[in-house]
């Protein structure tokens, strides 16, 4: 592989644009989903699917309905032979109207009460019992049982019938049809290797290029009002947030709050001299920088002085490696190898995957693991979460999102979505030209500040590049 080495390049960032934001999936995708769902329950056997969801875990219920239960809990029934079921509780049910399914006639709704909040009315709804029994379970049924999380037998004995879903829900579906016949089924959307979601549509990548490019200039605008005694209140407040939904808490972590890990703001003074780190994530997208609240090398403490050099410099270097792996066909555990070699733990520190997938939410899964033999596929967005820690030098980042795609999805976005196509290859082409990275055509960068790294936030044109 070619060796490249890093240097501070003085340079004004791009300003890559912001489309506008591309319209939610219609139809004719959610009829695919549904229909790609229901190819999996039959090559797993199952009669029924339970897709459950809340404000946090709202990503699988999303994906299939075009709904998302941003109020209160949902639940999702899936057969093969009538069209779903959604149940609501009372603050849910009519927001449930922007689905296309529900539009189409193609879901049913019923008011669920029991999902609603404490001591809200409960005075028309039906048992669940009565309600899965309506729905055909029997105790020949076969139950799959869809949260947030799967597991393996490194975690559970029984991983299959290990449940992550409310318990009410759990204990009615084993009364009707017994213990053996449910099991978890998250895998079926989730799973690294063949998931439902890691093979994203050309909408759903322009969805994410839309949410990337928010997030990310939401976050350059911090950086570039950035003041030494503003408080970090102040300074999330340049974020922009524009009210679509975060995929996760925005952080912001000053000197103050250096070992609070992710916090967000706290009203903690910046002070020159002292580290700082910053995300913004809406659905489908997550920017994160990390550096230091100085002007140059000269106001770094002591002990950190060589922060370029021996730190943000060699991390800057080795993700330039981590891209020339990423491309479709690798397996996951080269890129777990290559980051755990040439970043050596005891002054890297990456104890979490080096790089994940990510969707409506904030991580998927990850195909980016020890001896992982998953390989990328096209589809897949990847996000450059590789996270070094030092007590000393504290960390840097690059963290954006990146879509893989082969000629025929790209084929698709260039022809549905031009614009924000050609958003991602003028990101892709400015990442090689201007800071030497090698990037293969199957990569698309989301973010409108691509692999851009000030290591020093009070100066922010000066950033790392690559050269040789």
Known sequence: MKQKRHKLLEINWPDFGVGDPPPPPGLAEMRNRISLVRARMQQEGLSHLIVYG?????????????FDPRYEEAVLIISLDRDPLLLLGNECYAYAKGSPLYQSGEMRTEKYQPLSLLNQPRDESRTLQEVLLSEGLRRTSIIGCVGWKYFTTEEHPDSQRAMEIPSFIVDTLREIVGFDNIRNSTDIFMNPDNGLRTFASPAEIAFFEYTGSLASEGVRNMIFNLREGMRDFELAGFCRFNGYPLCCHMTLLTGATRELGLTGPVGAVIRRGEPLAMNLGYWGSNICRAGWAVSSSRELPANAQAYVESFAGIYFRVMYEWFQLLRIGTRGGSLWQLIHEKLPDDTFGIS?????????DEWLSSPIFRDSSIRLHSGMVVQSDVIPVSPHYFSTRMEDGYALADTSLQRKMQQD?????????????FMNECLGFDLADEILPLSNMP??????FFTPNTILALEG
């Not at 946090?56 to 994906?63: D, G, S, W």
């Not at 979490?352 to 409506?360: R, T």
């Not at 692999?451 to 020093?456: G, K």
Request: aromatic content about 12%; overall charge positive; hydrophobic content about 35%.
């Open 54 to 66: 809340d404000r946090e875990h709202f990503a699988n219920i999303l994906y299939v309905t075009g």
């Open 417 to 429: 979505y031009p614009e924000a196509y050609a958003r991602c290859l003028r990101r892709r082409k």
């Open 451 to 456: 692999a851009i790294v000030p290591p020093y």
């Open 352 to 360: 979490l995957n080096p790089g994940h997938l990510i969707h409506l």
